[in-house]
Each structure stands twice: as C-alpha cells, then as structure tokens.
C-alpha cells in the first residue's frame, strides 16, 4: 500500500492504549495498525501548512514569510506571558487572537522524561500531554485567559522544569511521581491574580503508549536529508515514530514535508 500526503500533528483518541492517526490527505491511517509492519518513507517536496504553497519550510510546517505573518505563528503561542487580546490589544490578528486566548486555559504538571509545567488550552488536555509523551499528568490551576496561564508558568518555572528530555521520553527512561504532592509543593509559587483558580482535591491522569520496543539509543531521522528511510515501526509516543533498528522519527517537527509512504 502507498500514500502520499503532507505530514501534521497527529490526531490523538485516549483509551486502554492511545490511538494514533496520521491524515495523508486522501487518506485516514490508524497507526496503531501499523505497528510490526516495514514501512518506507520518502521525501517528496515541501508544502506550507498556511499557504499550501510548495516553499521549504521554516518553523512549525510555515514557511518563512508566513511564520512571521499568520496569526498561528505569533510569539505568544510559545510564550503565552506574552498573550494581550485580554487588553484588547493586537499582535497579528486581535480576532483570532481573542478566540484562542480568551478561553479557559491548564497550567499543568506532566511526567515524560522528568516532571515538567506547561500551558495548554482547556480544549486540547488531554491531548497536548500525549503529544508530549507524558505517562502522567495532573493540572494546577485552570484560568480564563492565556495571559494568565503564562505568568503562572513563568512563576513555577523557577521551582520545576519547563521542557522534556526527548531522549529520556523515548527510552521510556522515567520514574513515576507523585504528582498530587507536586502540585500542593508548587502552590505558594502561584501568582496572586491565578491563587484563586488553584484546583482542590485534583488527582493525576495516566497514559499508555502503543510501543512494543524502546530503544537504547535513539537516534533521530532527518528525512530531507536522507532523502528516504525504511524501518520496521515497532511504536508510537510522544509525536515520534520509533523503529527497530532505534531510528525514532519526529512527525510534529517535520510538519509540512510532503512524503510517500509504502507499507510493507
């Protein structure tokens, strides 16, 4: 079977074992399925996620001139301290910027590689922890708006980390927490103007990845500069695709190459 489709974040279903999907256009796959079998990708050429035009790609599937002009790529989707539409204030599109900002926001504990606080939009948990290859989660505080999520996150990143150790995730080199304590440990940290958003009596979620091997020593795929990679996909975590022979391949960084895939 052959497909040929644009590469983007693959949709997630949480369950006994995550369910993953990889939307090649024409075509719906469930990863899962996938699992045992040899598959053969290929680069093709680029396609901008905001364009669609064939253009390499820049950051986050945009090419360079509609990174820095779409509304999805503005610095307050990294750094959400930096969010305004609360004011009323324009950073590329006050519009859209007002429908993703002005929502209930998590500020949030995760467990993938070491515990680790993050911001996400109340709509996307648990989503964005799966993505991360969380195997525990709890949230901390749900907010009104992003700007306030982001100075909370701001404030606990001095007291916990704020990034994931890819490699640590992928190995499944973790160690569970107790992630209740965490946030109870966390919580005078909270800044004043979130205290009273603070969630009570709250309890950590699990997830379970479909991964039958992990590997030793994973090793990243540059598929543009390969060109083409054959392996036998033995898991999915995170975002990544993780075969065999170690060769673990990151979807969300690779958002916007076009590429054929052959299942073997």
Same mark, same amino acid.
């Given at each position: ?90 950073? /590329?599109? $006050? &519009?859209?910027?007002? %429908?993703?900002? +002005?929502?209930? !926001?998590?500020?949030?504990?995760? @467990? ?33 708006? /992003?700007? $306030? &999520?982001?100075?909370? %996150?701001?404030? +606990?990143?001095? !007291?916990?980390?704020?990034?994931? @150790? ?99």
């Amino acid at each position: 079977m052959q497909y040929q489709g644009v590469l983007k974040k693959m949709p997630t279903e949480n369950g006994e074992k995550i369910q993953y999907y990889l939307d090649m256009g024409a075509d719906f796959l469930n990863v899962n399925q996938l699992l045992n079998c040899t598959l053969e990708i290929s680069f093709v050429t680029y396609e901008c996620l905001n364009c669609h035009l064939e253009k390499p790609i820049y950051r986050q599937g945009f090419c360079k001139s509609c990174f820095f002009e779409t509304p999805r790529a503005g610095d307050w989707i990294m750094r959400p301290e930096l969010s305004k539409a609360h004011l009323g204030e324009e950073d /590329r599109d $006050l &519009a859209y910027e007002k %429908e993703m900002q +002005l929502q209930p !926001h998590i500020v949030y504990l995760a @467990n993938s590689s070491n515990v680790k606080v993050g911001v996400t939009r109340k709509q996307q948990v648990p989503t964005r922890w799966i993505d991360q290859g969380a195997h525990e989660a709890i949230e901390i505080v749900e907010v009104p708006n /992003r700007y $306030l &999520a982001g100075i909370t %996150e701001v404030a +606990l990143k001095e !007291h916990v980390a704020d990034k994931t @150790n890819w490699r640590k995730m992928l190995k499944n080199d973790i160690e569970d927490e107790n992630l209740v304590s965490w946030q109870q440990k966390l919580r005078p940290y909270v800044p004043e103007e979130a205290q009273e958003y603070f969630i009570e009596n709250n309890t950590e979620k699990e997830f379970h990845f479909p991964v039958e091997k992990y590997p030793v020593k994973p090793k990243s795929l540059n598929l543009v500069k390969e060109g083409s990679y054959t392996g036998k996909l033995v898991g999915v975590k995170g975002q990544y695709f993780i075969f065999e022979d170690e060769t673990v391949f990151n979807i969300r960084a690779n958002e916007g190459l076009v590429i054929n895939l052959s299942i073997h």
